[in-house]
């Protein structure tokens, strides 16, 4: 390994092991900043018996040992530097305005996110001078981002419960402090102010979404335009806490919103149409693809980080070079934990989709010699490859986190997942044409509907089953720790280093 290398590990290292500690205990900035003059002095220190080594002996063998001690002394500082820094921006982003709790207030504030449509509810997040405000609201009258309302109701603290199908209790606050909201209400009177108050790109993305949305639902019935419009546009729109609990039961709830695996498909369309370019010229256009495609879905956090992991998995597949991407795999997390540093302990779609990432990465080019026998067509070995990789590497901390373990997870996967792209494609055709002529769009809406039925059958049929899905009442940490460590061993030993011209062939 080289020294930029090194330097480099140890940055990310530090910088992750300073929001993490800081995630769980808070030391007061004050101790960030000692951390960080630690590892100044440290360096000024190794530095200054360098300079004055180097001037009073001149042997060769002197300086090669003062310059790897000088190189591990700035790794060190480094990694302190780092360190220090995870904590401060983890300590500004925890910061937020104080609003009186416990009684009833009023306030004024513009919806600051898609509001959040349920079966009998719509969450709205409004934001007043700093603060953001979860706002439970009913259905009727709708309202939409950028709109300025006046909200009065009891202002209240969000409270932890427990999850009725795993019977353990969610850390709802945290999950919402990630986000930056620190306070709800529930049912208060609304009223509206005015339109148009928010960003004026992401009005007429969202605006251009909510349009294609309503083509689908006109075309589809539910539940399958809800399930339509999660796959093409990551709308938020409820499903039924039934039909939501047997996509968890068999392990396919990764589908019911945006993810990586469909932003991918957007790209893999793009790259079939430009398929005769060279390949670099394919890779730009299919990250642009990506990119513009995260831009028209309003780019949420979870798009863009999906987005971001997606462009990742494409890297890896076009280029063949693992450990460039493992790098860029690591930079894109470091960049994601500065913009947001609660994501690394208190959101567990970024968890899971960095660890999916990682096992597309290294366990993947294992399995490819073993499937062999199965056919390339319409993707199908890919599919498999990426499903087993996937299930097999976020088994441990799934079961950590949620304690369920879904026993059919893998055919029912390998049973939709082939389905989706065209699900996906003919979907986005009705949607389309039907801003034109529903004459047209109809034939595209009826191919998809089929396909959503046999993916929502699927789903039912597997649910019913009494074996499908076990409950685990505690998975230990520890557990999780040596898993992980054992995968990282086999790697080592076994992954192959020419894996990724494999995956692009």
């Known amino acids: ?250 392990g396919v709830i990764h589908i019911v919103v945006l993810s990586g695996y469909n932003i991918t498909i957007i790209a893999r369309f793009i790259e079939w149409i430009f398929s005769a370019f060279s390949r670099n010229k394919r890779l730009i256009l299919a990250a642009s693809a990506m990119i513009l495609f995260a831009i028209m879905v309003g780019a949420s956090a979870t798009v863009v980080r999906a987005t971001i992991m997606a462009l990742i998995a494409v890297l890896a597949r076009g280029t063949g070079r693992i450990y460039a991407v493992t790098r860029a795999l690591l930079i894109a997390g470091a960049l994601m934990l500065l913009h947001n540093p609660k994501i690394l302990v208190f959101d567990l779609s970024f968890q899971l989709s960095f660890l999916a990432t990682v096992g597309l990465i290294y366990i993947s080019p294992m399995i490819i010699p073993k499937v062999k026998w199965i056919t390339e067509k319409y993707g199908l070995r890919e599919i498999v490859v990426a499903t087993i990789a996937t299930q097999i590497f976020v088994l441990p901390f799934l079961l950590y986190k949620t304690g369920l373990l879904s026993l059919v997870s893998l055919p029912v996967n390998l049973l939709i997942l082939a389905a989706i792209p065209f699900t996906m494609f003919f979907g986005f055709c009705a949607g389309m044409f039907g801003f034109v002529w529903n004459v047209i769009a109809t034939p595209f809406a009826w191919i998809a509907y089929a396909l959503l039925a046999y993916e929502l059958a699927i789903v039912e049929w597997f649910a019913r089953m009494s074996f499908a899905s076990i409950m685990i009442a505690s998975f230990p940490a520890w557990l999780v720790v040596l898993w992980y460590a054992a995968y990282g061993v086999i790697i080592w030993k076994l992954h192959p280093r020419n894996s990724f011209q494999q995956l692009s062939n």
């Open 1 to 250: 390994m080289s020294r930029a290398d090194k330097i480099f590990y140890a940055a990310i290292a530090g910088l992750v092991f300073g929001i993490f500690l800081r995630s769980f205990v808070d030391f007061g900035i004050a101790f960030a900043w000692f951390i960080f003059f630690i590892g100044a002095v440290f360096f000024i220190y190794c530095f200054a018996k360098h300079i004055l080594q180097k001037s009073s002996d001149r042997s060769l063998r002197s300086l090669q040992t003062f310059e790897n001690v000088f190189c591990s002394a700035f790794i060190v500082a480094i990694f302190l530097f780092f360190f220090a820094l995870g904590m401060v921006r983890y300590e500004f982003s925890d910061r937020a305005a104080s609003l009186t709790v416990g009684r009833n207030v009023s306030i004024e504030g513009i919806i600051a996110d898609e509001p959040d449509e349920r079966e009998q509810i719509t969450r709205l997040v409004v934001e007043s001078g700093g603060a953001k405000v979860l706002i439970t609201a009913n259905k009727e009258p709708r309202y939409s981002y950028g709109d300025k309302i006046s909200v009065s109701g009891r202002l209240e603290r969000p409270d932890n419960f427990k999850d009725e199908t795993t019977m353990r209790e969610v850390d709802y606050k945290s999950y919402l402090a990630k986000e930056g909201i620190y306070y709800e209400m529930f049912l208060p009177q609304i009223k509206l102010l005015s339109r148009g108050e928010g960003n004026f790109i992401a009005e007429k993305l969202f605006a251009f979404k909510n349009a294609f949305i309503e083509n689908i639902n006109q075309l589809i019935p539910q539940p399958h335009s809800a399930l339509l419009a999660g796959l093409v546009v990551g709308a938020k729109q409820s499903l039924g806490k039934k039909l939501l609990d047997d996509f968890r039961t068999v």
